[in-house]
Structures are given as structure tokens and as C-alpha cells.
Nanobody, 114 residues
């Protein structure tokens, strides 16, 4: 099990940027493909981006070219840089392995509104 703590959410205006962080416990972090997920009210939790242990990334079509995932295996951490935010990006964001194998953390709320 890896314990996960997300941070960095907040309120952003359309077109703005936010950077999310994920801190993970455990010595096995570096071997896992990790994912960023989001869940809007009343909707299922969806994968936004996944990042392999070596750093290669795959993005959902809805965020491609706007969101960028990165990781630092030495620090058991990863990040999601979100640019050109849109109201439809409003959701609670979570990190987990891909596919998800751990209990979900509390997530971090991202609200995009003018």
C-alpha cells in the first residue's frame, strides 16, 4: 500500500493555471505507473493523466496539451501542471497508482470559475 496526499488545488479563473502535488509514502513508489484522476460532482472518477516510472506520459483527450504530469522518484512525489483551465476542469483531483491499487486520499479541489 502507498499512502497518498494531494495538495495545490484552489480557485482559478478560466485560462489560469494551477499546479497540483502528490506526496506518496513507501519505498516502492518509483516502480509504479502513477495516475492523476478527477471526479466532478455526480460523475465517475476518470483518469486525467498517467505517468510511468520513467516519466513517459499519457493524457486524456480533454486535457491534452494543457496538463502536464511529472514525477520525482527520489522524493516520492509527482505533480500536475494545469494550464488554460476551463470550467469543465472543475473537480476534485486525486493521485493513485494506475490502475488504482491504493485507498484514495482526500483529494484536492480545483474550481475554475470567473
Amino acid at each position: 500500500q502507498v499512502q497518498l496526499v494531494e495538495s495545490g488545488g484552489g480557485l482559478a479563473q478560466p485560462g489560469g493555471s494551477l499546479r497540483l502535488s502528490c506526496a506518496a509514502s513507501g519505498s516502492m513508489f518509483s516502480i509504479y505507473t502513477m495516475g492523476w484522476y478527477r471526479q466532478a460532482p455526480g460523475k465517475q472518477r476518470d483518469l486525467v493523466a498517467r505517468i510511468a516510472s520513467g516519466g513517459s506520459t499519457i493524457y486524456a483527450n480533454s486535457v491534452k496539451g494543457r496538463f502536464f504530469a511529472s514525477r520525482d522518484n527520489a522524493k516520492n512525489a509527482m505533480a500536475l501542471q494545469m494550464n488554460s483551465l476551463q470550467p469543465e476542469d472543475t473537480a476534485k483531483y486525486y493521485c493513485n497508482t494506475w490502475p488504482p491499487q491504493n485507498d484514495w486520499g482526500q483529494g484536492t479541489q480545483v474550481t475554475v470559475s470567473s
